[in-house]
């Protein structure tokens, strides 16, 4: 996928017969935003913030954060902007801050457990540059929270989010709640989905994280590459079970990891079930084209053949018989 030469699709796109998938871009810098708007993006999936933290001696402040912000909702007047809070740990350490899980970071403290131990102030004030961000401009903000595993810590994090927000009425300072949501990458949360989906407004499935965990082959390990392929049954059931979750719990889900923006598995995505996908810029206009062309019937059958498969070849084999029709 990426780099094929196909026309920018501005608008919002449907499947042939008109069931509306939203497509955004993943971006971890202002420098970034330009490019979703000019691959035709529908707004941003995911806002990686971790990379504003990068390359510097201190963490931006509340003004600093609530500027950027601002600029990624003015970017997408009409669209919805998805900020994940701070995802530090794992794979993404960050000089200043102390990041103790050497041995086996994945396994760690990462992305909402630090949030709510040892970055319990920075998340206080990101959440307030978010709040007040969300009041500043017409976009829609959304804020999730990265590698959440069970129900008090949603919890936890929402109750942050209320507390900032009566911090800021007492305040006297302008302020609107945003859209709110759980990502979906550990199985842990996978399998809770049901009562995350009944706290939130949205499920969004990382799929990097959610492949890496599912099949226990880690993030850059290339002994192990060729176990961490989203297209592993196991993968696509927490997928599957996650959708079901979203619908049941009145949720929206979308999808932010790689595996989204892969034209060739639109079909299975749509067919999966999926709200929105989110991609990096560049791949936007051809899982647009992908989309338009899609029947829903025939995108829900593969979807029931992949998940009932055995195996991740009797997936791709599904998968490659309906992209050649
Ligand atoms: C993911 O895990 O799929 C994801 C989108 O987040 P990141 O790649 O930043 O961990
Ligand atoms: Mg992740």
Request: hydrophobic letters at 45%; glycine letters at 8%.
């Amino acid at each position: 996928a990426g780099g094929r030469d196909v026309e920018i699709r501005e608008e919002p796109v449907a499947t042939a017969d008109g069931r509306a998938v939203e497509v955004a871009a993943n971006v971890g810098t202002l420098a970034e935003l330009e490019g979703a708007v000019a691959q035709g993006a529908d707004g941003i999936g995911l806002f990686r913030t971790e990379f504003l933290f990068l390359d510097r001696e201190a963490p931006p402040d509340e003004d600093e954060q609530f500027e950027v912000y601002r600029e990624a909702l003015a970017a997408f007047p009409e669209g919805r902007v998805v900020v994940r809070t701070l995802d530090v740990g794992g794979d993404k350490p960050i000089p200043y801050l102390e990041t103790p899980d050497a041995d086996n970071p994945f396994l760690g403290q990462r992305g909402i457990r630090r949030s709510l131990g040892p970055d319990a102030d920075l998340f206080e004030t990101q959440l307030r540059a978010l709040l007040r961000a969300a009041a500043a401009e017409s976009g829609t903000l959304s804020v999730m929270f990265p590698m959440v595993a069970t129900v008090p810590e949603l919890e936890a994090a929402l109750e942050t989010v209320a507390d900032v927000a009566a911090d800021l009425e007492s305040e006297g300072i302008e302020h609107e709640r945003p859209e709110l949501g759980a990502m979906i990458e550990t199985p842990g949360a996978a399998f809770i989905a049901e009562e995350l989906a009944e706290r939130v407004d949205f499920l969004s499935i990382g799929t990097n994280d959610l492949t890496q965990y599912v099949m226990a082959a880690a993030r850059e390990n290339e002994r192990v590459a060729d176990l961490r392929d989203p297209c592993e049954p196991a993968v696509l059931r927490a997928i599957e079970r996650t959708v079901a979750a979203a619908d049941a719990g009145d949720a929206w889900v979308g999808m932010c990891g790689e595996m989204a923006g892969d034209s060739d598995l639109a079909p299975l995505l749509v067919g999966l079930g999926l709200d929105e996908l989110s991609m990096s810029a560049v791949t936007i206009p051809e899982v647009k084209a992908a989309i338009a062309d899609l029947e829903t019937d025939a995108a829900e059958a593969l979807a029931n053949r992949a998940t009932d498969a055995a195996t991740r070849t009797t997936v791709y084999e599904h998968v490659n018989t309906t992209t050649d029709q």
